[in-house]
């Protein structure tokens, strides 16, 4: 009898012992490490210009949680960053570092104002040409660098950079045509049409207190969901992983590199793309003339390191860099720079680069004291 | 006739205005490229060492010190960036992201700080910036004067190529650099240090990046603003890239895309065609050039691979 109390003991402690060395190897604990530090290194900032840490930190997180309205606003923001993470994480799985997600981005925003503004159909029907129109144009522009990548051997951070400043310019430049500009407007579109919006309705944003509401991040939740199960239960997946994972042996064992390279980040692009539809569908409605890039592609690339690119992941990444991007956007109420973000959103990539390292250091004291 | 030498004049003026900053940091990036460290950082070394120039002549008045300054403020962004790839090992482009974030971060916050909550940093005097090579020599306006009269620093970017030429080609230090860029592990096996000679590399494209920013802020803008880089180190390194990761040929580059600004100038002038269209063509251009005639870049071999040393 004791002896079995004893080996149930055992088995508990085993699997206490397992649950604690599946969270020292998952990647979310040293994600929480990393954030950590990002915020102390942020603090060190505020405090050595003269702000309180906590004062400013309090701010930041209050003008966040402190009423649904605010919420809302972040998960506004955070929406176009989960599109952009997704294409990030999507086209990392494939080995390919999608730094045009920003200029796939924009060509998506342009295609679904065209549309938007140019052509006249009921709401629904609106919507969805508006959507497809932003796939499309993502998905071109990025099969455009893989036909580069692929047929002539030109690298892709070349092109993605190229491409992401010609689409900078075709934005720059179609906002400011007849049929696009608004008269009068200074350097902006006019306003996509009623029926082409995706705000909540009118009842629902009076309970929330906040008319820019919209049903951009459901749309974002299902597009991290396909992106999962298209990677993890399809054979179309399975040949993206077996490509980033090792492009030879993916080739030896029957896998056409080529196809798949032109499917996968002509579908990156296109989640890239749809990033730009959904904030100018349910948030700007107008796309003004730009001075520098917006750079929803760049921090799109944060949203995936955070997320160790992992679909899911993209939308709590997301959502946590629309909680520091709205409720920075608040510091300077405090009269602190809004820059502490950027300031704190770099260190926690840095220490993200680095987590091996307290991986390493971790498990291996763990094994110490084991060994003990 | 005189019309087009004077146009001809102010084109090349142009071009000699917007080449050094590209080409300053194309340079940076060559020498991390080379020993095989991917430097995507060389963007926010620019805005960093825009900023400090600006800072150091507005406090200062000493151009040539805020010049040297910019450079070692982008160098300290390059240690950062050597101690995680190299050291640590870490993914390069993820590094380089993070300096991204991290360098306009602190430099506008710094600017804000300094300069009650403005973004901007005060306007610099004439006397502030950088001076001009020539200056008075020539009649205002005529050709010479436009192609010759231009910032010692912009003659500085052309000498720095054959520097970095002759450091890369002649010299043993440039021979091992480039070899480990390539098989870090034979580099090791004859006794060659790779960790320091990559610190060396990273650290070097930091200080070239921090001067082409400084060259922005103490020549062309006079002041620094968030949008004063806008892309410039994204350009550099397409340059590089394009121009097959040599010093040359990244001049070459760095010269394309000069020219293309200085059509820029002189076509927006006359309104006919969309400025925005124009600005479009270096980038077209590269793309075409890039499949029509020059095609494969070899990248260095070693090139973002993280390497552990033998024990």
């Known amino acids: 009898m004791k002896h079995k109390i004893n080996q149930n003991n055992e088995t508990a402690q085993n699997i206490l012992n397992n649950k604690v060395h599946d969270i020292l190897h998952q990647n979310a604990l040293y994600t929480i490490i990393a954030i950590f530090f990002g915020f102390i290194v942020g603090g060190i900032f505020l405090w050595s210009a003269g702000f309180s840490p906590f004062e400013a930190y309090a701010k930041l997180f209050s003008s966040v949680f402190s009423r649904p309205k605010y919420l809302i606003w972040a998960v506004i923001y955070a929406t176009p960053l989960i599109f952009t993470g997704l294409s990030v994480a999507f086209s990392y799985k494939m080995g390919v570092f999608n730094i045009g997600a920003e200029g796939q981005f924009v060509v998506g925003s342009l295609a679904a104002l065209c549309v938007g503004i140019l052509v006249d159909l009921p709401p629904v029907l609106h919507i969805i040409l508006c959507i497809l129109a932003a796939f499309a144009a ?54 996509i049409r009623e029926s082409a919006r995706i705000l909540l309705p009118q009842s629902v944003q009076n309970i929330l207190k906040n008319d820019k509401a919209n049903y951009g991040i459901f749309l974002a939740i299902i597009a991290a969901v396909a992106i999962w199960f298209i990677l993890t239960k399809t054979a179309l997946g399975y040949r993206i992983m077996a490509v980033g994972l090792n492009p030879h042996a993916a080739r030896y064992g029957g896998i056409n590199s080529s196809k798949t390279m032109y499917i996968a980040m002509s579908l990156s692009g296109a989640l890239a793309a749809l990033g730009g539809a959904v904030q100018l569908m349910g948030n700007s409605m107008r796309i003004s003339q730009f001075a520098g890039q917006e750079g929803f592609g760049f921090q799109g690339i944060t949203v995936a390191l955070i997320a160790s690119s992992h679909p899911i992941g993209c939308i709590f990444a997301g959502l946590f860099y629309g909680v520091m991007k709205y409720g920075g956007s608040k510091l300077n109420l405090i009269d602190a720079p809004t820059e502490v973000i950027d300031i704190i959103m770099g260190t926690i990539v840095l220490f993200i680069a680095i987590s091996h390292v307290f991986r390493y250091i971790i498990t291996k004291r763990l094994q110490k004291k084991e060994d003990k | ?98 300096i991204n974030f991290l360098a ?195 990248v260095p071999a070693a090139s973002g691979k993280p390497y552990v040393k033998q024990k």
Not at chain 1, 151 to 175: C, D, H, K, P, Q
């Open chain 1, 138 to 191: 993502g998905m071109i522009w990025s099969f455009l660098v893989a036909v580069l990548k692929v047929r002539f051997g030109i690298n892709e951070v070349l092109s993605f950079i190229m491409f992401n400043w010609i689409a900078f310019y075709l934005s720059n430049y179609t906002v400011n045509t007849e049929s696009i500009h608004k008269a009068g407007g200074g350097e902006a579109s006019k306003d």
């Open chain 2, 1 to 98: 006739m005189q019309e087009l030498i004077k146009n001809l004049g102010l084109i090349i003026n142009a071009t000699l205005v917007a080449t050094p900053p590209l080409l300053y940091a194309a340079l940076g990036s060559t020498f991390s490229e080379r020993s095989g460290v991917v430097n995507i950082g060389i963007e926010g070394m620019m805005t960093i060492g825009a900023f400090t120039a600006a800072a150091v002549a507005h406090f200062t008045g000493n151009a040539w010190l805020a010049f040297l300054c910019g450079g070692l403020v982008g160098a300290l962004f390059g240690l950062i960036h050597a101690i995680v790839c190299v050291s640590f090992g870490a993914d390069q482009t993820i590094s380089g992201t993070a």
């Open chain 2, 104 to 298: 306009p971060g602190v430099a506008i916050f710094v600017c804000k700080a300094l300069f009650e909550q403005s973004s901007d940093t005060p306007p610099l005097d004439i006397a502030q910036k950088l001076p001009k090579l020539f200056n008075g020599v020539f009649e205002v306006g005529s050709f010479w004067n436009n192609v010759l009269n231009t910032y010692i620093a912009t003659y500085l970017a052309f000498a720095a190529v054959a520097v970095v030429w002759f450091i890369f080609y002649r010299t043993r230090f440039g021979m091992r650099l480039r070899a480990v860029g390539e098989h870090p592990r034979a580099c090791e096996t004859q006794g060659i240090n790779v960790y320091r000679i990559r610190y060396i590399a990273v650290i070097a494209s930091g200080f070239l990046a921090g001067l082409g920013g400084a060259y922005v802020t103490l020549c062309t803008v006079s002041q620094f603003r968030p949008s004063v880089i806008v892309g410039q180190g994204f350009i550099a390194i397409a340059a590089v890239i394009f121009g097959k990761f040599t010093p040359h040929g990244a001049m070459g580059a760095c010269l394309l895309f000069g020219l293309c600004n200085g059509l820029k100038v002189l076509l927006g002038s006359g309104n006919v065609i969309s400025p925005n269209l124009i600005s479009m063509i270096p980038y077209v251009v590269t793309i075409i050039t890039l499949v029509l005639f020059v095609g494969k870049s070899r």
